[in-house]
């Protein structure tokens, strides 16, 4: 059997799963900065809190598939 590394088991490649991902933490960043009410400064944080948010919900969301 052979193994293709650029497509999952649901047939979306890594590319567009990835692609995929950045685009909810951009829409994530986005609404935690407005939340905060905007302002410069906070860039980094709101990326770095939305990446770690929607990568928590995607594990959980494999742990349920297993």
């Known amino acids: ?3 293709d590394k650029d497509h999952d ?3 979306s ?3 567009e799963r ?3 991902q950045t685009e909810r933490i951009r829409q ?4 935690l900065y407005e939340a905060r009410g905007g302002g410069a400064g906070h860039d ?3 990326w770095l809190q939305a990446e770690a948010e929607i990568k928590a919900t995607e594990t959980g969301s494999q742990e349920d598939r297993a």
């Open 18 to 20: 990835s692609g995929d």
């Open 1 to 3: 059997m052979t193994v």
């Open 9 to 11: 088991v649901e047939g």
């Open 13 to 15: 490649t890594n590319n």
């Open 28 to 31: 994530r960043a986005l609404e």
């Open 44 to 46: 980094i944080d709101d």
